[in-house]
């Protein structure tokens, strides 16, 4: 018989559901659904403007991804409501709301529908900066240990910073919520009735370092009404990854179509599942997630601390130290230049050629040589997360000349985000956390065979692109199917059901070597830069910001 | 009764030819010729194909400005032949090539005809690097005086490099050749018949200092052939600029229409005759030519040996120090931006409202505030002229992030030209020269309005901007009154013929304090780049030689 489990993530601008046999990992059927308010940047629903460095989600978009896929990709499928075993939930993370006691979004209600702090803080909401740095100061001036495992900074887009923010900003909000929930554990709750917390979330997202959350006396240095906000605030009982919140509620599985014999595995963070989604399934081998920005995660048997990078026991995978590591800007550095800089005459022989500008650019890019430009650029457009953790660094473009073409610049742009990885996979290294293979998933492991090469020349390795763009909702899968029990292990899960096929772009020694020369540079200058030896950047960001 | 002068302006692409009353400086007509065989870069006439960085011109194109020009501009004005008392030349420089002892340049005779080096080697022939490298590095050795007074460095665009690097390649050219003559001293032959050497010529690109040449010590020093090399091939009398090198020959005369009592003037650099046109008689004032590149010359009346520059005595004004720095690249950032980085909805919108794409650029771009695009770039692009005489430096943009627009990054590069011009002027004052007063000239004085007040903020001066676009034309016809006896001083014919009007633009002091901190954190990155503290642009230039 055959059993199937469905792997739902949660992005940020649409959900995706799959459906997956168990057996082989293969994905029968897929739907994806838009939320229909979008990234709420700008207003809300009731028309109430938003400050700047805002970024909302509206929870009911979520529970319409649910009602919207599921039922589709069961009967695009044609398999029996009965045979699916079991539904895993990834969201993008940090992305937090206050609900009531009974898991009811405090936005649903309408005395706080016109209050924004009512809503999902999405991921990237950075109004919360000024919370997240004062945190790291209380953490610094007390010598909070669990620091280092966050690489030595509270980052703004974890739960604690917003929450902090919603006190200060929105008390009335702050009390009356039971619950400061990542949505990912919501929407578990909402499938299984019983709130919980994931470990992977709890680590990741709530600084829960080596069992424990930070102490009720850091808590009260950052803000009296603070000493219990843990208990308070996210009393939850927190399950580990791969294991089962609950089973279906006869009431949702009505609503999706599905019976209430279907397990609902813990959720996980999206970037976290792709890791069983590529076949990782131990220490040694790190995935890559290239997309917009890229995430770069590789387990670990032993604790290390990883400057700039985040360190969580359990958080990727049972009884291993989870590393991960992060560039703010990848595929927006190209969206970037694509947006801005690319002249009507590309787009003219990009149009006659109907091919999009990416692969018109990639082509005469791809034409170059390493170093032929004589370009450098520091990947920074958008700060720096790993290894830095500096979010005041700008980036750069130095070697240019009256012969530099737009190609030039694209390449330049592509060798700056490998450098970037390569200094963040050289102090996983360094630090004692192995990388011997390499997968990569995300958009441009897809669609841009120029930047896997150079990713493979500049990092000495060979790259193993994965094919599927379903990584996330593969792993949600994969976690299902151990929580609905058909396999004893997760590494029998992972074995069974990881994507098999694979590209392999290979390390060109020749390129390599010249990579290895401008490389060299790129880790001088980004010493020279990020380490405040030069203070330009943060001086004309401080002049940006006075006049 | 009304006496006229002509001047003669040769360019880059073409030749411009104005008649001017000598009583007042106005212009009453003028004429464009361009070179029939534009810039040689690829291949000679008979296609040979030219090696990298070789720009030659053709002689016979001078010939057929002076001929389709002069006749042109007489009868537009309707003057009489003969009520025409003098001409003037003026060329780029150094712009040099061989001729027979009778004149003739060797490339017009069929045995030469496919010899590159029989050609004017033009300015901007770049292939002379390394016989430049050579001499400086002689000179060094030697401890030569006048190294000093040409920035610390021969530039492979001066004359006797090009002439060196003949003597290695060509020797039979470099044997068959007279003289190797600037052409502006060729054109002042064929039009009164003798021939000789401006001293403006003399002191800029032939290291004429002090009153003698470099010895023949030191030309042996660099090969035993150049022993004699300035009694062999430039062994001609040295004319003071402003005088008379004698009078039109009847041959010539016929030719282009006016009578033999037509005194010819000793010819000049395209840029130091736009200082008399702008009505510069003295020390304190400074002209800065801003085209494609930019020329900032000053007087002074004792020596001063300033980083980068130059210093000739009697180059610009009789008995002044002439001094002159430069910027390899201006107005070339702008069409480096224009041709290669504009999107095409940028083009869109200045097409619909009929403006050109510098106008919708600088609108946008003018529309910002100092320091408000946190971008900060070095306008190296095509290497440093002054104060850092290096063609191994490259430009750079820093501060970008994802923001970032195409017109900051247009503002960005002009600020980084008026940065460039500010360390000029403050070396120039550093080292005894004084700048008290700033005129403009130049294709972006008379185009960009936003350019103008960048300056002025970023230099705290009022810039007066001159509206003539035949600045150096008007600067050889000055000097062909003086020679014509139209007066007896130069400063009465500067001060009776200069361009009259101008448009100031005063300095913002708000902006001015703003642009004192950026311009602070360029001169650091000046030094951390230029000055060898960071090699990075050397060694990408390097990694590129040998990719």
């Known amino acids: 018989m055959k059993q199937y489990c469905i792997g739902v993530d949660f992005g940020t601008l649409s959900g995706r559901a799959i459906l997956v046999d168990t057996s082989n990992g293969a994905i029968l059927s897929s739907a994806v659904w838009e939320y229909a308010h979008g990234v709420m940047e700008h207003s809300l629903p009731c028309g109430k403007p938003l400050p700047a460095e805002w970024a909302l989600h509206h929870p009911a978009d979520y529970l319409e991804v649910l009602e919207h896929t599921i039922p589709r990709i069961v009967k695009a499928a044609k398999v029996r409501a009965e045979d699916v075993v079991g539904i895993g939930i990834d969201c993008t993370a940090s992305s937090v709301l206050p609900v009531t006691k009974d898991g009811t979004p405090l936005c649903f209600l309408p005395e706080y529908e016109a209050e924004p702090h009512a809503y999902i803080h999405l991921w990237k909401h950075h109004a919360a900066q000024q919370y997240a740095d004062r945190m790291t100061e209380t953490a610094l001036a007390r010598g909070e240990k669990w620091l280092a495992a966050y690489g030595g900074k509270v980052s703004c887009e974890g739960a604690l910073p917003k929450l902090l923010q919603m006190l200060e900003e929105a008390p009335q909000v702050y009390a009356a919520a039971a619950y400061w929930m990542e949505a990912t554990d919501w929407l578990v709750w909402q499938l299984c009735g019983k709130p919980t917390m994931s470990s992977c979330c709890a680590g990741y997202k709530y600084l829960y370092y080596d069992g424990t959350f930070p102490s009720e006396d850091y808590f009260s240095a950052l803000d009296s009404r603070l000493a219990h906000v843990i208990r308070d605030k996210c009393g939850l009982p927190i399950l580990p990854i791969y294991s089962r919140a609950g089973m279906l509620t006869q009431r949702m599985g009505h609503r999706l179509g599905l019976t209430s014999a279907t397990a609902v595995a813990v959720g996980m963070i999206d970037a976290h599942a792709c890791l069983p989604a ?197 792993g949600s899968a994969i976690a299902a199917a151990v929580a609905a029990g058909c396999y004893d292990t997760v590494e029998q899960s992972i074995e069974h059901m990881a994507v098999k096929e694979d590209k392999v772009y290979d390390p060109d020694s020749e390129n390599s070597r010249i990579y290895d020369q401008l490389y060299q540079l790129y880790a001088r200058l980004y010493g020279h830069y990020g380490k405040d030896h030069c203070s330009a950047m943060k001086e004309l960001i401080d002049i940006k910001r006075r006049v």
């Open 278 to 474: 590529a076949g990782i399934a131990g220490p040694g081998e790190m995935v890559m997630i290239l997309g917009t920005s890229a995430c770069l995660m590789a387990c670990g048997e032993h604790e290390h601390s990883i400057p700039g990078c985040y360190a969580v026991k359990d958080g990727m995978l049972p009884g291993y130290w989870g590393y991960e590591g992060g560039q703010n800007s990848v595929g927006d550095l190209f969206a970037w230049m694509l947006n801005n800089f690319v002249p009507a005459s590309f787009q003219q022989s990009a149009g006659d050629r109907h091919i999009s500008m990416h692969e018109y650019l990639s082509e005469l890019a791809e034409a170059k040589r390493p170093g032929e430009s004589g370009l450098l650029a520091l990947d920074w457009f958008n700060g720096n997360r790993s290894v830095l953790m500096d979010s005041g660094l700008t980036g750069m473009i130095l070697g240019l000349t009256l012969q530099t073409k737009p190609e030039d610049i694209y390449r330049a742009l592509a060798e700056s985000a490998a450098y970037g990885a390569r200094m963040i996979i050289e102090t996983f290294r360094k630090n004692g956390v192995n990388v011997d293979k390499l997968l990569v998933t995300g958009g441009i492991s897809r669609k841009n065979r120029m930047m896997m090469q150079i990713y493979a020349d500049v990092l000495h390795m060979p790259i193993r692109a994965l094919p599927s763009s379903h990584g996330s909702a593969l």
